[in-house]
């Protein structure tokens, strides 16, 4: 199942039916007409098949049903490497050019960099941690998302998915044990989620999936409006 972390130990359920109205109403009213943007590469952007024609379908969708008052911008891009998504989230958030800085940046990015094979996952590690320090150390909070499994990866590539994603839950974890109450930073771990379904093409993932991730993130958000 999927595991979304405010720290590592404490695994959030799936679904919560409890009082989910008036938190999903306290939800859409904390963020308003605040913007949400999700930044990373064509999972980001939600590339997907449907009868063997490519679709897309991002995880963002399910936020702007639930959060219909906030601009919910979706910054994926077919192809790029952490150092290329690094660069955009620069420019979103220190470039001086955006007056409205977003209340929320979720990342999403490093199956290019390992499927290139000549990026150190080190480095695709240090552009993530740079990402997430960007957007927390601007006053916003940061949702960091795992790199999912491929079937295309061999076996040094999945050694690297595996480090780098240990990486990102390891400085997830320490930013959640310094927060007095809610972290700045948190984790959406879809690293082995059996709920996560890819789609035709062996590295990108179901319409369904996408559906799901969105939920989660929704859950994760509405958590900071608590």
Not at 49 to 76: C, D, I, K, M, W
Not at 113 to 131: A, E, K, R, V
Not at 197 to 214: F, P, Q, R, W
């Amino acid at each position: 199942m999927f595991r979304m972390y405010l720290v590592l130990t404490l695994p959030v359920v799936f679904f919560t039916v409890m009082g989910m109205a008036s938190s999903s109403d306290r939800c859409v009213e904390f963020y308003g007409d605040k913007r949400i943007v999700a930044i990373g590469d064509s999972l980001t952007r939600g590339a997907s098949t449907l009868f063997h024609e490519r679709v897309y379908h991002p995880f963002t969708n399910a936020l702007a049903v639930h959060l219909p008052r906030a601009s919910v911008e979706t910054f994926g891009v077919n192809g790029e490497t952490t150092a290329q998504i690094l660069d955009r989230v620069r420019n979103i958030y220190l470039s001086g050019y955006n007056k409205t800085l977003p209340a929320v940046g979720i990342v999403w990015g490093g199956t290019n960099d390992i499927t290139l094979g000549d990026i150190s996952p080190n480095t695709t590690l240090g552009n993530l941690i740079d990402m997430y320090e960007i957007i927390a150390t601007k006053g916003t909070r940061c949702i960091a998302v795992t790199i999912p499994r491929a079937k295309i990866f061999n076996f040094q590539q999945e050694k690297s998915r595996r480090f780098i994603n240990h990486g990102i839950k390891e400085f997830v974890s320490k930013v959640a044990s310094r927060a007095a109450v809610h972290p700045t930073i948190k984790l959406l771990d879809v690293a082995d989620a059996s709920r996560i379904t890819l789609c035709e093409d062996g590295i990108h993932l179901s319409v369904g999936a996408y559906n799901a991730i969105g939920m989660h993130i929704f859950d994760s958000l509405c958590e900071w409006a608590l």
